[in-house]
Every structure is written in C-alpha cells, then in structure tokens.
Nanobody
Framework: QVQLVESGGGLVQAGGSLRLSCAASGRTFSMYAMGWFRQAPGKDREFVSRIMWSGGNPYYADSVKGRFTISRNNAKNTVYLQMNSLKPEDTAVYYC?????????????????????WGQGTQVTVSS
C-alpha cells in the first residue's frame, strides 16, 4: 500500500502562484508514475499532469501547459506541482495519485481509472 498526503492548497488571486506537494509513504518503491488531477464542483475529475517515478518524462493537460510544472524528489518520496499564472478556472480540489508497479502496462496515465492510490485532496481557489 501507498499513502499519499497533499498540501499547499489555498486561496490566491488570479495571476498568482501556488506549489502543491504530495508526500508518499508506505511501499513507495513500488510506484511507477504519479499524477495530479483536479475536480471542480459539478464536474468530472480532470487530468492535470503526470510524471514517471524513475524516468521523469512529465506530461501536461493542454489547459495547464506552460503554466504548471510537475517535479519529483525521489529521496523525499514527494511530487510537486508548481502552478503559475493561475486563473479562476483552475479552482478545484486537487488530488495526487500514484500508479503501482503492476500498472506499468496500462499506458494511458491521463485516465484516473489507471491509478491505484489517491490522496485526500487539497482545495485551490483562485479569485478574479
């Protein structure tokens, strides 16, 4: 099992920045990829970004490309999401998720159903 705990959410004005952190514990050696998703009220959970645990290779949704940056610190078992130039439409609960090693063949890590572990979420609110 892998446990994920997000932090860093909050209220920020449009154009501002936040950095989210996701700390992993437990069987972290079994992680294959980690991702960030978000869910606004009344909407489906939406892919934001993902990174491969060993090889990097970050990937972003078009809506955040050029504004958000995902990174990882393997020594600290932590993944970050640096969010710049925030917009009111970025307002959502942000979730961290992880793919276990058995999920290495799933391929499409933009789909929430391909993730094995989830954090509790952290609220990001961007005011206009």
């Amino acid at each position: 099992q892998v446990q994920l705990v997000e932090s860093g959410g909050g209220l920020v004005q449009a154009g501002g920045s936040l950095r989210l952190s996701c700390a992993a514990s437990g069987r972290t050696f079994s992680m294959y990829a980690m991702g960030w998703f978000r869910q606004a009220p009344g909407k489906d959970r939406e892919f934001v970004s993902r990174i491969m645990w060993s090889g990097g290779n970050p990937y972003y949704a078009d809506s955040v490309k050029g504004r958000f940056t995902i990174s990882r610190n393997n020594a600290k078992n932590t993944v970050y999401l640096q969010m710049n130039s925030l917009k009111p439409e970025d307002t959502a609960v942000y979730y961290c998720a992880a793919v276990g090693f058995r999920g290495a063949s799933r391929g499409d890590y933009s789909q929430p159903g391909n993730y094995d572990y989830w954090g509790q979420g952290t609220q990001v609110t961007v005011s206009s």
